[in-house]
C-alpha cells in the first residue's frame, strides 16, 4: 500500500508518471539532456535522475530458473530465516558469497560453500572466518552443474572439476553469490560507469556529467539493500533541486517532451 500512496502524493506536486519498455540511449552532450525511449520519442530534461537498478547475475545452469525462490535465493538478509535448521549451498568465493556463508549460518544446520577455483577472491580475515567455522564445509574447484526438485529444490549436481566426477548433493536451499549485474547497458556511450558497468557518483549522487545523478543499486557501492537506495535516492533528489536552481531560472520549464 506503500507505493500508491507515495504515487499519489508525487502526482501532487506535479510529478508525471510514464510506462515505456525502456530507454534506449541518453545524450549528454549539450546542457538540455535527450532521453530517447523505446518508442522513438524523446525527452529533454536540464537533470537526470538514473536509477535502473541491478539483478544478481545468475549461474545459467539447468534448473536455476526453475527454483528461483523455491529453494534458489541470492539475498541472505531477505530469505536467510527460511533455511533454519536446514541445510544448505552457498555459491561463490568473493566476499559476498564468505560474509553471507558466516551469516547464514545462524539459521542453518550446515553450509556448504561452493567455488570453481583453487583460491577464494575475499579478504583475508573473511576467508578464515568461513574456513574456521564448524557449521561450514568448502568444496573447491567445484562447480554446480544442475539443480533438482519437484515443487521445491531438493538437490544440486556438482562437479569436481580436478576429477570430472559428479556427485548428487541433497541440500534445502542454494544462495548464489558470484558478483551483482547494474542495468546499464543502455549507458554504454557516458563516460560515467566502472568496468563492471556500475554508475560512479560523488556524495551527492552526481556523476561526472554535469546534471546526470544516479541512485540504487546501479550505482559502485558495498550494500545494496532498499534502506540505503532510499538514502541514495533523497539525497540524488535534493541534489538535483539544488543543481537545478543553480544552473537555471526556476521559471524555466525542467522538461518538456518531443518526438
Not at 228 to 252: N, P
Request: charged share 20%; hydrophobic share 40%; aromatic share 8%.
Amino acid at each position: 500500500m506503500v507505493w500508491p500512496i507515495m504515487k499519489k502524493q508525487a502526482k501532487s506536486f506535479g510529478v508525471e508518471f510514464m510506462t515505456i519498455d525502456g530507454v534506449k540511449k541518453i545524450e549528454a552532450d549539450h546542457d538540455l539532456k535527450v532521453i530517447t525511449l523505446s518508442n522513438e520519442s524523446a525527452l529533454q530534461s536540464h537533470a537526470i535522475i538514473l536509477a535502473p537498478g541491478g539483478r544478481p547475475r545468475m549461474l545459467n545452469v539447468e534448473g536455476e530458473t526453475s527454483f528461483g525462490g523455491k529453494g534458489i535465493s541470492y539475498c541472505a538478509t531477505c530469505d536467510g530465516d527460511f533455511f533454519t535448521d536446514k541445510k544448505i549451498v552457498v555459491v561463490g568465493g568473493g566476499n559476498a558469497a564468505l560474509e553471507e556463508a558466516v551469516s547464514l549460518t545462524k539459521y542453518a544446520s550446515s553450509v556448504t560453500i561452493v567455488h570453481m577455483f583453487d583460491h577464494f577472491q575475499a579478504f583475508p580475515f573473511a576467508i578464515e572466518e568461513a574456513i574456521k567455522h564448524p557449521k561450514i564445509d568448502i568444496r573447491m574447484e567445484t562447480v554446480v552443474e544442475k539443480f533438482y526438485g519437484d515443487e521445491k529444490l531438493e538437490a544440486v549436481s556438482l562437479k569436481d572439476l580436478k576429477t570430472g566426477l559428479i556427485e548428487h548433493f541433497p541440500t534445502d536451499g542454494a544462495f548464489i553469490f558470484i558478483g551483482y549485474q547494474p542495468n546499464t547497458e543502455f549507458l554504454g556511450d557516458l563516460p560515467i560507469l566502472n568496468k563492471h558497468g556500475e554508475i560512479l557518483v560523488n556524495k551527492d549522487m552526481q556523476t561526472t556529467i554535469p546534471g546526470i545523478f544516479a541512485a540504487g543499486d546501479s550505482t559502485e557501492k558495498k550494500y545494496r539493500q532498499i534502506s540505503t537506495a532510499i538514502g541514495d535516492g533523497t539525497i540524488a533528489a535534493l541534489s538535483v533541486a539544488a543543481y537545478v536552481h543553480e544552473q537555471h531560472s526556476i521559471s524555466q520549464p525542467l522538461i518538456n517532451q518531443s518526438v
